[in-house]
């Protein structure tokens, strides 16, 4: 295959930082495309790494936009995971011979001109060189307020390179990105192309295009016969060491010159890792190690290796594109593995993308590139003249002009910066300003040299910054910080002003994506016309509930999804579904949110927020049967019906109206008239189900379409048009409030009422203490009729003396009481009841007291505990009711309680849950659920596998509202 013919397969040869960013990139720019990783192992066994020098990594600037602006990685996601530092740059103990001369190289644009012409050096060079010298992070903290310098600070990270492979990983398997199991023993080539890989068995397989990102052995390019070209630098070996950190954290890496070399030190949150690259001839082993432990004390093992700086006669040949140290591995002190990573990966898309032109070029380009990078690492070498060892004597002796032509330019030319040229020798790793600040911190001086400001104006604007990074925070407060405040670390990745945003701006340019990064997402929504919100919409501030999809109704637990996406009609929620579907991203739909456990609620994936779709489609009374959309809530219906005067109410209505009618027919939903009904499953008609793939079912009562998604809480398509039962009756309910005694002495009430029917409405609550039942029985009737007085004839309840008159509408539609605000970690069940055999419900009962005060949830129960008793006459296959007794006892246990409070309790909640599945009930899908490997089976029983396979056809990738099935 050539690049001319589009692939559909993709094998990437490798297992480290270098194949999982390509396979990321891949899978970004056309999520489509199927992408395997295979590390490579060779035939001795032994995993072959990214030839990376010490299991630190310390990236330059160009990680982030990379990263977060064209990968899509939610940058919080990898600092709570990755738990990277910030680099500002890196400290030079290296050039002129005395320790005064040292200098930061940071990162960005400063005033190299003014600090030498006004200092003599560049050691307050720019605001950030200076907040390198304190040590300090780019956060302010002036007269009381932080003040963030990230979207102005251009930095890169420090990082643990195994934390961040296994971020990219699993970030990778999200995406879609198969990881080959068996190992990578070979690979065959015919000369021009790859033709097959030999995995362990001596199992073959094939791909249409091969990147190679296997290290230094590059496994691939070999196979082909790719030549090697070494780069001849001084140092051929490295030995590396881990110490732990001690004392405030460095917010940049470190080049310390040593006698046969030099240490390169990479200091990360929790450890610091050193590596004395050197040269083998030049000290002994014995040596090298002892003066490793003297430059770093409290290192542990060290481990040695070769170093073999050079590269490949080319990056492409045939079906292989080299990525990472495949290609070239570069001199350490050149900071430049990943930036070069990136630089492979964008020329591989711009292949993608161009149908694979201008091979040629490329391949010139990237030499180029990586010629430029060798020859200023070769002119460091010559010119460090820190110690007078042998070995430095030799380098700084030696006739190698590599190099030398950047420091004639500036020597006869004059910085950089201050003539607003790009240096030609600067391989893309440093800016007119680095190059400049480099060279000049080496002893290399400019000619005509001037200062644009007079040296009162230097020392003024150079005191400022030095009184900004004395108020600047310390990097692990910094951080920390960071992981608190959202704001900072979007504004630094996200914000249009920052650095970042003309960065990733190019990379997109160069290969447009279609995938799930934020600019991606962005660019089709606008083009769609479909309203898009993203966290920095919502979730800067403290959420609220039902607003804030950071939130549920629960209240305690917070996911941040990367995107949500408001349809204004069916249309465009089918455009959502499809779209969301071919880019492989999870998704959630969410009406208001009404889930006690986390149901509606996704991190980094998508949110359908079905707020536009309650029109309501049509009515006819004659049939006694109203249409609505499913984001329709229950009191938009109710109040259609209201309006007319016609008396007409939806047959079955929840205690709590302002939830979507599709939400609550997904969990089941429990009415006030459940108590004769059943769930309000039973009152639904005809639906309309929408599958991920956009078509619109018109499914009723047999269909497994219409069967399977009542109840299977949106596991195979949105309800986008619900169609019920109406009936005709008062808008009155005339009630009386009935205390029980005992939980006994309402099971034997309800039994009568259920079976004789008397009343409309049966409300009770558990006061778990003192194991009574407070609650009311009612009639839906215009006003007392006179009879009322013996209402509870032969009932174990004790009525008050007061009748109420209640407007059923009025009563309903008031705002929710200060009871819905705190965190309610929820779990609600229905429970086997048989008439027949009451002990056996009340022994039930029984448990369920000791287990709820022994967790003590009691006292977070101030109003009670719902209790209802309702006949099993479901007729659906996933009502959430037991079958297997006439009569179910369905409790609500919302306990109520700050949001801190709940972490302790939830184990309790969870066993509870447990507990009512191993007897026998079944669990309201929207509450706190056991996590126990049984749940579903315990759940759905012997309809769980036409569910899952209902799942498999409709929603193959698992997509769709991911969590219970998938």
């Known amino acids: 295959m050539s690049f001319r013919v589009r692939p559909g397969r993709i094998g990437v040869v490798g297992g480290g930082t270098s194949a999982w960013l390509t396979a990321l990139a891949l899978k970004e720019w056309r999520p489509e495309l199927a992408v395997t990783v295979l590390p490579f192992t060779g035939r001795d066994g032994a995993v072959l790494t990214d030839g990376a020098v010490g299991d630190g990594l310390a990236t330059r600037p160009s990680a982030l936009p990379f990263l977060h602006g064209y990968l899509g990685l939610d940058p919080h996601a990898l600092h709570r995971e990755v738990r990277p530092a910030w680099n500002l740059g890196v400290r030079y103990a290296w050039g002129r011979p005395e320790p005064r001369y040292d200098f930061d190289l940071a990162f960005g644009e400063g005033n190299v001109a003014e600090a030498l012409a006004c200092d003599g050096g560049v050691w307050r060079w720019s605001l950030t060189a200076q907040l390198m010298a304190a040590e300090r992070a780019p956060l302010a903290r002036l007269a009381g307020q932080v003040h963030a310098l990230l979207a102005k600070t251009p930095l890169g990270y420090l990082a643990e390179r195994a934390a961040l492979i296994a971020h990219l990983a699993g970030r990778a398997a999200a995406v879609g990105v198969r990881l080959e199991p068996r190992p990578l023993l070979d690979a065959q ?44 630098l001084p140092c051929d070996a490295v030995v590396t060491g881990t110490a732990p950190a001690a004392g405030a954290a460095r917010p940049h890496a470190t080049l310390t010159t040593l006698e046969a070399g030099y240490l390169w030190t990479v200091p990360t949150r929790d450890r610091v890792h050193h590596a004395y690259v050197h040269a083998s001839g030049a000290a002994s082993a014995s040596a090298v190690e002892a003066a490793l432990r003297e430059a770093a004390p409290g290192i542990g093992s060290v481990h040695r290796a070769p170093l073999r700086s050079g590269r490949r006669a080319e990056l492409v040949r045939g079906n292989v594109v080299a990525v990472g140290t495949s290609y070239g591995a570069p001199e350490p002190l050149l900071l430049a593995d990943t930036h070069l990573e990136i630089l492979h990966i964008s020329r591989l898309l711009a292949l993608l993308t161009s149908g694979g032109a201008e091979i040629a070029r490329v391949n010139a380009q990237v030499a180029e590139r990586w010629d430029a990078a060798r020859d200023l690492a070769a002119l460091q070498y010559r010119l460090n003249s820190r110690l007078n060892s042998d070995f430095w004597r030799d380098v700084c002796g030696a006739h190698d002009r590599r190099g030398a032509a950047a420091a004639d330019e500036l020597s006869e030319r004059g910085l950089w910066s201050a003539r607003g040229e790009s240096p030609s020798a600067d391989p893309g790793l440093y800016g007119a300003h680095g190059l400049d600040a480099l060279l000049t911190g080496l002893g290399v001086r400019p000619a005509g040299l001037s200062s644009g400001v007079s040296a009162v104006d230097w020392a003024s604007l150079a005191e400022m910054r030095a009184r900004v990074a004395e108020a600047a925070l310390p990097p692990e407060e910094a951080l920390e910080l960071a992981a608190r405040d959202r704001a900072l670390l979007d504004d630094l990745v996200y914000g249009g002003d920052s650095w970042c945003a003309p960065l990733a701006e190019r990379m997109r340019r160069t290969a447009p994506t279609r995938g799930r990064s934020r600019a991606a997402l962005a660019e089709w929504t606008r083009d769609a016309k479909i309203q898009a919100l993203f966290p920095s919409d919502f979730a800067r501030t403290e959420p609220k509930y039902p607003e804030s999809p950071v939130i549920d109704f629960g209240k305690f637990l917070r996911r941040v999804p990367a995107v949500v996406l408001r349809p204004r009609d069916q249309d465009q929620l089918a455009e959502c579904m499809t779209t969301l579907y071919r880019r492989g991203i999870p998704f959630k739909i969410r009406g208001t949110g009404h889930s006690n456990g986390g149901q509606t609620l996704i991190d980094e994936g998508a949110v359908i927020d ?93 269909d497994p379409l219409f069967d399977y998604s009542l109840g299977g809480r949106g596991q195979l398509g949105v309800m986008t048009e619900v169609t019920l039962r109406t009936e005709v009756r008062p808008g009155s309910v005339v009630a009386r409030v009935v205390r029980w005694p005992s939980m006994a002495s309402f099971l034997e009430d309800a039994v009568t009422i259920i079976g004789e029917r008397r009343f409309d409405i049966l409300r009770g609550r558990i006061h778990w203490q003192a194991a009574t039942v407070d609650g009311a029985v009612g009639r839906f009737q215009d006003a007392p ?4 007085d013996g209402w509870l004839r032969g009932l174990g309840g004790k009525g008050a003396p007061k009748l109420e008159a209640i407007d059923y509408y009025t009563e309903n539609m008031k705002p929710p009481s200060e009871h819905w605000l705190p965190a309610t970690p929820a779990v609600e069940f229905a429970l086997p009841f048989d008439p027949a055999d009451t002990p056996a419900a009340l022994g039930l009962l029984a448990e369920l007291r000791d287990r709820v005060l022994g967790a003590g949830l009691g006292p977070f129960t101030p109003l009670g505990t719902s209790f209802m008793v309702l006949p099993t006459v479901d007729t659906l296959p996933l009502a959430p009711v037991p079958r297997q007794t006439p009569l179910a006892i369905m409790i609500a246990l919302r306990p109520e309680m700050p949001a801190d409070r709940v972490a302790p309790v939830l184990p309790a909640i969870r066993d509870i849950g447990r507990w009512a599945l191993e007897r026998g009930g079944k669990l309201y899908l929207m509450c706190v659920e056991p996590g126990t490997p049984d749940f579903l089976e315990r759940q759905f029983g012997a309809h769980l596998a036409p569910l899952r396979e209902l799942k498999r056809r409709c929603d193959p990738a698992g997509l769709l509202n991911p969590g219970l099935l998938s």
């Open 610 to 702: 079905t707020r536009w779709l309650r029109r309501i489609v049509a009515d006819d009374p004659a049939a006694q049967t109203l249409t609505i959309e499913g984001g329709c809530w229950m009191e938009e219906a109710q109040t259609f019906l209201y309006r007319q005067g016609r008396g007409r109410w939806l047959e079955n209505l929840l205690m709590h109206w302002r939830v979507t009618m599709a939400g609550s027919l997904a969990v089941g939903g429990f009415g006030d008239t459940s108590h004769y009904r059943g769930t309000q499953l039973e009152m639904v008609e005809r639906l309309v189900v929408m599958t991920p793939d956009g078509t619109r079912h018109t499914v009723g009562r047999g």
């Open 189 to 232: 080539a015919d000369g021009a192309e790859i033709t097959g890989l030999t995995l362990a068995g001596g199992e073959a397989t094939a791909f249409d295009l091969y990147v190679d990102a296997s290290g230094p052995r590059a496994l691939l390019l070999e196979a082909l016969g790719v030549p090697w070209l070494d780069a001849a």
């Open 785 to 788: 009729r006179g009879d009322e």
